[in-house]
Nanobody, 115 residues
Framework: QVRLVESGGGLVQAGGSLRLSCVAS????????MDWYRQAPGNEREWVAS???????NYGDSVKGRFTISRDNSKNTVYLEMNSLKPEDTAVYYC?????????WGQGTQVTVSS
């Protein structure tokens, strides 16, 4: 059983910042990639950022330069630092991890950016 718990979402004004965290627990074995996705109402789930076990990162074009993904392998935790937030960043943010057994998802945390 694998459990992912996201936290750190909330309501923020445009231009503000939030830091999301996602802690993995259970039968996770060695986590390879850790990812953040988001889904706004009426939209498909969108990939936001990824980080490999070694720390290599990639970002979606819409968040590049504003968001930073990081991880702490000793804590099985992935973070998403979000700066210069825009109303279009409003969505439910999900973390995802991948290992040799499969891909696992958290329940999501709501981020709302007011204009």
């Amino acid at each position: 059983q694998v459990r992912l718990v996201e936290s750190g979402g909330g309501l923020v004004q445009a231009g503000g910042s939030l830091r999301l965290s996602c802690v993995a627990s259970g039968s996770i074995f060695n986590i390879n990639d850790m990812d953040w996705y988001r889904q706004a109402p009426g939209n498909e789930r969108e990939w936001v950022a990824s980080i490999t076990r070694a720390g290599s990162t990639n970002y979606g074009d819409s968040v590049k330069g504003r968001f930073t993904i990081s991880r702490d392998n000793s804590k099985n935790t992935v973070y998403l630092e979000m700066n210069s937030l825009k109303p279009e960043d409003t969505a439910v943010y999900y973390c995802s991890i991948r290992n040799v057994l499969g891909t696992y998802w958290g329940q999501g945390t709501q981020v709302t950016v007011s204009s």
